[in-house]
């Protein structure tokens, strides 16, 4: 073992000595040299040094003084000109927080140490900042904003010559994280495009951890498309070898495959066995509201009254917390990533507009295409004709429309039920569904409920999940008021979309198609037909 024998070592002595202690996990020993480094470095005023020397005291302390010396780090660095300080100081904090599951606090770190990442124009940090924000965004409800934040990584990746090998690292990071956003986003093809080519590339670099990890995604697609057995096959081959949060997720699909085949006392046990990582880690996830619903009905049913409490309060609780910090996220992250980016799209956008009058040639071009292989749409042209009319003659609107059942949902008291439906019909009979960043967090503040209620109450009384529900209200006034408002008429499809809550042109338009089984387009034309014929 060596010791520092020289009166005045060099840095790169006493990194080699702390390098050595940290592999043989001489932690004390670390300490000390930790200690040498900063106040040689605090005596020949050397920021980076002091900077180097704290970094080693948060890999290896407790998280709550981890974060103090990452602290420590950025206020040493704070007027360094290097192109990684302070920037590396806030992306440090911002991992301890995340695996402290306080992601708020995560994200404005992160979003901290982009801005100085794009000040500095050092691209890598850039990167690096971007996909952990995209990943904060995508546990906390908005897995669209995190696949567009993926792609557009990607895409500034595949600008690098050889950037699967030489960024391999980044490269598979963003195969993991576009594939969760798309399963996410039900968008199953996409999923699994990036699970097979994260996969391939795991196979010729010999990378069995990230094989695993990507083989995991795709046993949770494999759930989603009805593959239960081979889901079920390969979670079981590897979810062994995971812990924490991982494993309580991957042990969630397990359970709902037991489930679906009959096996309760197996679901069971795969749900008790997720409270108890949950109650250790304190981070909920998504799925883990269903798993207490599941628990407390089965307590309920067992006449086991203390642990359905227990299971109700834990629900409550993880659920509010989930809410309140879904929020928080959400408003940060448009504040100080989106309107930003926004902004500089906006002049992109305008610079854009010179070839404008290309892309007009090109799509009537297009259009004359249409015309001339009219004949074999002619048969789906009467079709949808058909169903315009059917649209204009008689809209058949959901709203107010609450399920008539003869029973109801147990895990909803009757006094929250009957309010929250009441509340609904209000909702109903207002505008407030038209905003465009409405979400269930947001909603059910708004009723001073949880997700939880809203979301079973929605389910049971409207048989469908909140996502549907609240396009098929905007849909639905969408067509009224094109049908009474000659005005709207004159609108494009992003005018369309932002009048009647929807983010593009492009999701307005496949929701009203999901919906009426035609496209905006039809209608609008049908009814600026009917406007012509009426002056």
């Not at 391999?168 to 968008?187: I, V």
């Not at 917390?321 to 902004?343: E, F, N, R, S, W």
């Not at 098929?472 to 408002?485: F, G, H, M, V, Y």
């Amino acid at each position: 073992m060596k010791e520092i024998k020289i009166l005045n070592p060099t840095y790169e002595e006493i990194m080699e000595l702390e390098d050595e202690a940290y592999e043989n996990n001489e932690l004390e020993r670390l300490r000390i040299l930790t200690d040498i480094h900063i106040q040689k470095a605090k005596s020949e005023e050397n920021p980076l040094e002091m900077a180097s020397g704290y970094y080693y005291r948060t890999i290896i302390e407790e998280p709550e003084l981890a974060v103090t010396y990452s602290d420590s780090i950025i206020l040493a660095t704070a007027d360094s000109d290097d192109p990684k300080y302070p920037t590396f100081g806030y992306i440090l904090k911002a991992i301890i927080l995340y695996d402290l599951g306080d992601y708020r606090q995560a994200m404005h770190n992160y979003l901290t140490a982009y801005d100085l990442a794009v000040e500095k124009k050092n691209y890598e940090d850039q990167l690096t900042c971007s996909m952990a924000i995209a990943a904060i965004r995508n546990i906390n409800g908005q897995p669209h904003a995190a696949a567009d934040i993926y792609t557009r990584s990607l895409n500034s990746l595949k600008k690098e010559k050889d950037y699967e090998n030489i960024h391999y690292a980044d490269y598979m990071l963003l195969m993991y994280n576009l594939s969760l956003a798309h399963l996410r986003l039900s968008q199953m093809d996409s999923a699994r495009y990036y699970i097979e080519s994260g996969v391939r590339k795991a196979i010729s670099a010999k990378d069995t951890l990230e094989y695993r990890d990507l083989v995991l995604v795709g046993a949770q697609l494999d759930y989603y498309e009805g593959n239960y057995q081979k889901a079920k096959d390969t979670l079981i081959k590897y979810s062994g070898q995971l812990d924490g949060n991982s494993k309580a997720m991957k042990l969630y699909y397990l359970g709902k495959m037991a489930q679906n085949s009959g096996d309760h006392p197996m679901a069971i046990n795969y749900f008790q066995q997720i409270d108890s990582i949950v109650e250790v880690t304190k981070k909920p996830f998504d799925e883990i509201k269903d798993v207490y619903q599941q628990l407390i009905r089965h307590y309920g049913l067992q006449d086991e009254q203390q642990r359905e409490i227990e299971s109700i309060e834990k629900l409550i609780f993880f659920d509010s917390l989930m809410t309140k910090d879904h929020k928080g996220v959400i408003m940060q992250a448009t504040m100080a990533y989106d309107i930003p980016y926004l902004k500089l799209q906006k002049k992109k956008a305008e610079e854009q507009l010179k070839v404008k009058s290309t892309w007009i040639i090109i799509l009537g071009v297009m259009a004359g295409f249409v015309a001339l292989i009219g004949i074999y749409f002619y048969i789906r042209v009467r079709k949808t004709k058909k169903k315009v009319k059917e649209l204009m003659d008689g809209i058949k609107p959901i709203k107010s429309s609450s399920r008539k059942v003869g029973t109801h949902p147990e895990s909803v008291p009757e006094e929250i039920r009957n309010e929250l439906l009441m509340k609904l019909e209000a909702f109903e009979k207002s505008d407030l569904y038209l905003r465009k960043d409405l979400d269930m967090a947001q909603l059910a503040q708004e009723m001073d409920t949880n997700t939880s209620y809203l979301s079973i109450i929605i389910n049971h009384y409207k048989q469908m999940s909140f996502p549907k529900y609240i396009k098929d209200l905007k849909i639905t006034t969408a067509i009224e008021r094109l049908s009474k408002d000659p005005e709207l008429l004159k609108y494009n499809y992003q005018g369309l979309a932002e009048t009647f809550g929807f983010k593009t042109g492009e999701s307005f338009s496949k929701a009203f198609h999901q919906k009426t089984g035609v496209y905006p387009s039809n209608l609008l034309k049908e009814l600026k037909i009917r406007k012509n014929t009426q002056q």
